[in-house]
């Protein structure tokens, strides 16, 4: 009942580095408000499923534990299913394995493999399978957040394979949210700004970033953001590339961006420590050069995919 194998890459080319793209599914939007549609491709032989727990995908050494969703009945009745498209002819659906912990802290199918953060587990799942299950982590967690109507305050239902829920009630419908983040790496005459928020390890920097508040644009949040967390003024910003990271659910617009000097005064709730990095620093680090004082983010992030753009240029 088990399917580890990864699902057809992209036929389409991509020059975005980042993780969590390139999902190749197409999601037939034209026909997922069918309920009979839905119902008959999750009865189809080739139909899969990835099984989340609480968040974390099912792992195998091979990477993804794809099932069949015949194995469904082994989940609980109230487990959320969602439709994530088709891979060629095949059905791809996820499941909230988390529903079945209510009386059990076993999770279902942890014979096969472990249930894994996906932080953690990046690395040892393929590209494509990295962007579906991104896609399907946002669209669980976003469910199990979303029971009842914002509205009404009644209890909603999941309909169109799991891209919207309704309420019975009053009839408002509901559609997965994600939230716009500007992620910032200033420049300034050869070095880039890297800050350390209060969550992140000693030694741990990243660039800079925020959500992007109603009536700007995402330039406009990058300015505003890096002067808000550093005090530091921007003249130029250049849109580069964008990620959808799925804790639980956000966009990132990663811009590089040029400070008009190296001026810091922190917002120490935001930012605890900031430092301007020379280019030839951080060439040695991605490099392999170990520093005690400095690690940068892992690969999987669009914070390190903006520094090592900036870096080969």
């Given at each position: 009942m088990t399917n580890s194998s990864s699902l057809r890459p992209p036929s389409l080319p991509s020059d975005n580095p980042n993780a969590f793209t390139g999902n190749p599914l197409d999601r037939c939007s034209e026909r997922r408000g069918d309920p009979d549609w839905i119902a008959?491709?999750?009865?189809?032989?080739?139909?899969?499923?990835?099984?989340?727990w609480r968040g974390d995908p099912l792992l195998t050494s091979d990477g993804a534990a794809w099932l069949s969703t015949?194995?469904?009945?082994?989940?609980?009745?109230?487990?959320?299913?969602?439709?994530?498209?088709?891979?060629?002819?095949?059905?791809?659906?996820?499941?909230?394995?988390?529903?079945?912990?209510?009386?059990?802290?076993?999770?279902?199918?942890?014979?096969?493999?472990?249930?894994?953060?996906?932080?953690?587990g990046?690395?040892?799942i393929s590209e494509t399978d990295l962007a579906i299950i991104g896609h399907a982590r946002s669209v669980l967690d976003w469910h199990r957040r979303h029971h009842f109507?914002?509205?009404?305050?009644?209890?909603?239902?999941?309909?169109?394979?799991?891209?919207?829920?309704?309420?019975?009630?009053?009839?408002?419908?509901?559609?997965?949210?994600?939230?716009?983040?500007a992620i910032v790496l200033a420049i300034h005459e050869g070095a880039c700004l890297l800050g350390r928020s209060p969550h992140f390890p000693p030694t741990f920097f990243s660039a800079l970033a925020g959500y992007v508040e109603p009536g700007e644009t995402p330039e406009e949040c990058a300015v505003r953001e890096l002067?808000?967390?550093?005090?530091?003024?921007?003249?130029?910003?250049?849109?580069?590339?964008?990620?959808?990271?799925?804790?639980?659910?956000?966009?990132?617009?990663?811009?590089?961006?040029?400070?008009?000097?190296?001026?810091?005064?922190?917002?120490?709730?935001?930012?605890?420590e900031a430092l301007w990095v020379d280019k030839q620093d951080i060439q040695s680090i991605l490099a392999g050069e170990f520093r005690d004082d400095l690690r940068l983010p892992p690969r999987f992030t669009i914070a390190r995919q903006l520094i090592e753009h900036w870096a080969a240029t």
């Open positions: 008959a491709q999750l009865s189809r032989d080739d139909a899969i499923m990835i099984p989340l015949a194995a469904r009945s082994e989940f609980s009745a109230k487990a959320d299913i969602v439709f994530l498209g088709l891979s060629g002819e095949s059905p791809v659906f996820a499941i909230d394995a988390s529903p079945s912990a209510q009386t059990s802290d076993a999770a279902p199918f942890a014979d096969l493999g472990d249930y894994v953060p996906l932080r953690e990046a690395g040892q109507c914002a509205n009404c305050g009644a209890a909603t239902e999941i309909v169109d394979g799991g891209i919207k829920r309704t309420c019975p009630s009053c009839g408002t419908e509901h559609f997965p949210r994600t939230d716009p983040v002067y808000e967390e550093a005090g530091t003024r921007l003249t130029r910003v250049q849109y580069l590339f964008s990620q959808p990271w799925p804790f639980p659910s956000s966009l990132m617009m990663g811009f590089l961006a040029d400070a008009s000097d190296r001026t810091l005064t922190l917002d120490e709730t935001e930012i605890v």
